[in-house]
């Protein structure tokens, strides 16, 4: 659920708050993909802001994607990024890059 909720709060319009979140690496990764799209986030006082700007508020990043050892976010960001208006290169560590997609 915690990735979903950083997913679903990055392309809302508006500020969504997600309380009580897993912080885990995985979710961690989930995250910084989505400010390396433009997405505002927060991470206060145990709540976690998001400035969520809609699918087509999102940005090609800088660089490629680390994903890092997450399975669940690349899987899920890569279906949400499949209709972006722009290219983008993800990566993860070498079990993810070892693991079926």
């Given amino acids: 659920m915690s990735h979903r909720s950083i997913i ?3 392309l809302a319009e ?3 708050k997600v ?13 910084q993909v989505f400010r390396d799209l ?16 809609g699918m087509a508020g999102l940005k090609a990043p ?3 994607l680390n994903m890092g050892n997450s ?7 890569s ?10 290169e ?4 070498d079990s993810l890059s070892k693991r079926p997609m």
């Fill in 90 to 93: 993800m990566f993860g560590d």
């Fill in 14 to 16: 508006g500020e969504t």
């Fill in 19 to 31: 309380y009580d979140i897993l912080r885990g690496e995985d979710v961690l990764s989930t995250m």
């Fill in 71 to 77: 399975g669940t976010s690349i899987r899920l960001i």
């Fill in 79 to 88: 279906g949400v990024l499949a209709g972006a208006d722009f290219e983008v």
């Fill in 8 to 10: 679903f709060g990055s």
């Fill in 38 to 53: 433009g997405v505002e986030i927060e991470d206060k006082d145990g709540v976690i802001t998001i400035q969520g700007v």
């Fill in 62 to 64: 800088q660089n490629a």
